[in-house]
């Protein structure tokens, strides 16, 4: 278990040739006591702004803010700058400050989230420090697809212990929130995506029945308080997680696609989801539906460019009766499929 937190927590580890320790956690960036923590800002340097700088600023104190504003030249910060700070309440020596850009589709700004990576990288150690904790960085709100960043960053900081060959820094520590842990241990591990071959279902019937006394035991559960804007709820083994954001950057193993009956349906999420898959999952579906008689309510196919492993298309429902059969039938196909993981929009909407 790693203790580089106020709480023990899941880690992985691993340590380059140059004997530069890596290691990923779940857990909160504002815990950590390595020599420093990286946030993110923007370029107002209001600390309110972000789910991630405003817990930091809660658990630092309001000194955080002014020190920020001291040490910046200007009133504003262009994209790609780096401030430091104290720690101040934190359990960290110092905070590195960074403006990352927003997620532009791939047109060149992971170059620059790449720029701040390797410059706190080198910022740690031209201070002697030994220890370095990133978030998932330019994640959440800025919407960098969570498969890059960690291929990002693990990237970076394997190659600058190769090509740096630090002396003091032998620690940095990747901490992210339990909803993206899974696609950052598939990149830390090596695993990669397995794009499962297309299928068609025939629907499935609602469960028809619950055992009274596991509903009751499920419906007393406790909702945990939220971390960066998830709310999560221990079922049994099943975790239930509620949050805001972009199914297309979602790494789970399967996301769901609400769509019409030739599953064609370019509108709203549903477009948002063929376009990053790409063309060859429009194929995908295009062949089901042709090669049966009657479209199937349901069909299984590959994720094409999404960092997700499938996508399970379904016909959209509006009544509440029908869209619990939806759900049922989903889980129901990710259970003999083995599938870990699923993310569901916002269905009826």
Known sequence: MYVG??????????????????????????????????????????LNQGDLSKAILSAAGSSLQDAIY????????????????????????????????????????????????????????KR?????????????????????VSKLLLRE????????????????????????YQCFTREFTGQRNVQHEARGFHEVPAQQAVDQSQHSSASSLPVLPPSLGVYQKQIGQLTLEVSSGDITKESTDVIVNSSNQN??????????????????????????????????PMILTSAGQLPSRNIVHVVGQNDP????????????????NKFSSVAFPALGT
């Open 321 to 336: 009766a029908s869209i619990k059969n939806t759900v049922y039938s989903v889980l129901k196909v990710c259970e003999e």
């Open 70 to 125: 001291s040490a910046a030249t200007g009133s504003k910060l262009p994209s790609g700058n780096v401030v430091v700070t104290d720690g101040y309440n934190l359990t960290c020596q110092k905070v590195f400050h960074a403006v990352c850009p927003s997620w532009d589709n791939g047109g060149g700004k992971a170059e620059e989230l790449t720029s701040i990576i390797r410059y706190c990288l080198e910022e740690a150690e």
């Open 263 to 296: 599953f064609s349906l370019k509108a709203g999420v549903s477009k948002a989801i063929l376009d990053g898959a790409g063309v060859t999952v429009e194929q995908e579906c295009a062949q089901l539906v042709s090669s049966t008689a009657q479209p199937p």
């Open 157 to 180: 900081i394997r190659s600058y212990s190769s090509s740096r060959n630090p002396r003091c820094l032998r620690e940095v520590v990747i901490v992210t929130h339990e909803i993206y």
């Open 128 to 148: 002697q420090m030994a220890s370095l904790s990133f978030p998932a960085i330019g994640t959440g709100n800025l919407s960098f697809p969570r498969a890059l």
């Open 5 to 46: 937190s106020s709480i023990t927590v899941p880690w992985l580890e691993q340590t380059t040739a140059k004997g530069l320790k890596i290691i990923l956690c779940k857990g909160n960036i504002q815990d950590q006591t390595t020599d420093a923590i990286v946030n993110t800002i923007s370029e107002d340097m209001n």
